[in-house]
């Protein structure tokens, strides 16, 4: 069992030709909204790759909130553990332009959740095979699920983003760290490549097309990339987090685990939407069935 501990958001999307300048006002041409959030990406990523998944999170009494949890029961993930709280559900602002987005969360019921209730579900992370975090809940929900998780001795997944989040006391409990290029340097600084060598096999930066890089207490490993055609990148990151516990859990050497999650990460970004494009398990294997001929 993979349990996913972290957001639940309502993409708000919107999609012009450009990126607007300061103080513009620029025309779009697509505006929708799609189920989303870092946390619940990540779920649906692992899920849709075929292994149980439970998700512990918050949504809001708000119509936004009923569509969310609807959307993650259709993809058969546990949704036991998500709780409803007055209020609004969290949202996430994406523009989307230049093959690229930018993005604004507002946190809303993902905020809702507090350190102490961790405790009642201690049970439930003790029996998960691996766990996986995210820093768009309260900091410390995440050090308490952490502390929990190293308690009991099962491995986690902390992917630090947003990166501003991030606090030097969640490393020495998380077994993984999995942030992006410009998370590592905002993390570690302009030196993050020497920074990987103090972590071995534990820090895995992610590095878009060009793929993922980490030390493996020998060598530094850069574990390529796959050739995409690149329509919204949005989710990227998540679904390699998702792909990447989902192969941990099946026990795949340390590399074909990154390699997995790459191959994952390069077919969402063919479809539009977060969870839109996050692939099955058939796909990633032939994905990387076509990369060895």
């Not at 949202?91 to 019921?109: F, H, K, Q, Y």
């Not at 993050?192 to 020998?218: C, H, M």
């Not at 994952?264 to 970004?269: K, R």
């Amino acid at each position: 069992m993979i349990t996913v501990v972290g957001s639940i958001n309502m993409d708000l999307v919107v999609r012009a030709n450009r990126f607007p300048k300061q103080g513009e006002t620029a025309l779009g041409d697509l505006y929708t909204t799609i189920p989303g959030g870092k946390g619940a990406n990540q779920a649906v990523a692992a899920a849709r790759l075929g292994e149980a998944v439970q998700m512990i999170g918050a949504v809001g009494t708000d119509a936004f909130g009923d569509e969310l949890l609807k959307g993650l029961a259709s993809e058969n993930i546990d949704i036991g553990m998500v709780k409803r709280v007055d209020g609004t559900s969290g949202i996430a602002n994406i523009l989307l332009s230049e093959g690229d987005n930018r993005i604004i969360v507002v946190p809303g019921a993902n905020h809702a959740i507090e350190a102490h209730e961790l405790e009642a579900l201690e049970s439930k992370l003790s029996a998960s095979d691996i766990v996986i975090l995210q820093l768009e809940l309260p900091i410390p929900v995440v050090q308490k699920t952490l502390e929990i998780c190293h308690k009991h001795n099962v491995p986690t997944i902390l992917n630090p983003a947003p990166a501003d989040a991030y606090t030097k006391e969640l490393l020495p409990y998380a077994t993984y760290l999995t942030p992006n290029e410009t998370e590592a340097e905002e993390i570690f600084g302009a030196g993050w490549e020497q920074s990987i060598e103090q972590y071995p096999n534990r820090l895995i930066v992610t590095l878009g097309k060009k793929g993922a890089r980490y030390f493996d207490g020998r060598k530094h490993v850069l574990v390529e990339g796959f050739e995409t055609q690149a329509i919204d990148t949005t989710g990227a990151g998540d679904t390699f987090n998702g792909a990447f516990a989902v192969a941990l859990v099946e026990n795949m050497p340390f590399e074909e685990a990154v390699r997995y999650a790459n191959a994952a990460a390069s077919l969402s970004v063919e479809k539009f939407g977060a969870q839109g494009g996050m692939p099955f398990r058939q796909e990633v294997l032939e994905r990387m069935g076509d990369d060895k001929k």
